[in-house]
């Protein structure tokens, strides 16, 4: 910051007649090298809430989802469709734990439009790919369950973990870099976009298979670098990294699963307490 704004000191003083004309230009030279390098904004984010999985079966989280109208946390594991699903209140009680995810999940959200809970599997890439999703009963209990099959969608590796653009209407999957855009309608690829790293960081130490979506504009999409414990935000549009969220001290750092977004906050889980951490941001 120091270097560029001494550069464009050096330039305007550097001939004592210059024109206002040409100071202008040198101002606008200046401009257009200072304003790339504020373009992304760095925040801290604080610990809000916490869910508490009970003892049982399951390691890895794999999401967190938000029900609005009935003010529901459900949570799942990962592994196994006989690992549990539980459900909290807005304040993080349990309400249920009897239940189970009927499905060996990787991604997990929400859809308020349809007022249901959706995910997708694990063995994407193969036969199975396309999603899940799970009617509610009137207490906000998942009951009924389908699969909905898309052979043609491309899903990067078994263990990636889809998320939904509710907004577009699309399924989610990160292939390192690259997010790839599907129609939940009927699995035709609809676009891609390159996601570029904040300079200094590298893609090795980002969790290999979570892309969170927010639904906030420019900032749509996120990724957890582990090492660094800080979530990069990035422009749907773009594929910029327009936002950097560290995370306290203390936040657990997954380096695979255990990383989700619901009801506007990142949730990081902690394998060793079974303990998802919901953070949020100024």
């Not at 909290?88 to 859809?111: A, C, M, P, Q």
């Not at 670098?225 to 657990?252: H, N, Q, R």
Request: hydrophobic share 35%.
């Amino acid at each position: 910051m120091a270097l560029i704004e001494l550069l464009c000191y050096t330039i305007a003083i550097f001939d004592k007649t210059t024109t206002m004309k040409t100071a202008s230009i040198v101002t606008l030279i200046c401009l257009l090298i200072f304003l790339p390098a504020q373009a992304q904004k760095t925040v801290k984010a604080n610990e809000k809430m916490k869910l508490v999985m009970p003892e049982g079966n399951g390691t890895n989280g794999v999401g967190v989802a938000w029900n609005p109208s009935k003010k529901i946390y459900y949570a799942c594991f990962a592994g196994n469709e006989s690992y549990p699903m539980v459900m909290f209140s807005k304040k993080g009680k349990v309400i249920n734990s009897t239940l189970s995810t009927s499905y060996d999940v990787r991604g997990f959200w929400f859809n308020k439009a349809e007022n249901r809970l959706e995910g997708t599997v694990y063995g994407g890439s193969k036969d199975e790919s396309g999603y899940f999703y799970r009617t509610l009963a009137k207490d906000g209990s998942p009951d009924d369950q389908r699969y909905l099959k898309f052979p043609n969608m491309y899903i990067p590796d078994d263990q990636t973990v889809g998320a939904y653009d509710y907004d577009k209407n699309e399924l989610l999957f990160r292939d390192r870099e690259t997010v790839i855009r599907y129609s939940k309608e009927d699995g035709s690829q609809k676009g891609k976009e390159e996601l570029k790293l904040p300079e200094g960081t590298k893609w090795d130490n980002i969790s290999e298979y979570t892309t969170i979506y927010t639904g906030k504009a420019g900032e749509e999409y996120g990724i957890f670098d582990y090492e660094k414990s800080k979530i990069y935000l990035f422009d749907a549009a773009t594929g910029k990294c327009t936002k950097i969220v560290v995370m306290p001290e203390e936040a657990p750092d997954p380096d695979v699963f255990n990383f989700s977004y619901a009801n506007g906050m990142f949730w990081l889980f902690s394998v060793n307490s079974r303990t998802w951490h919901g953070y949020t941001h100024p």
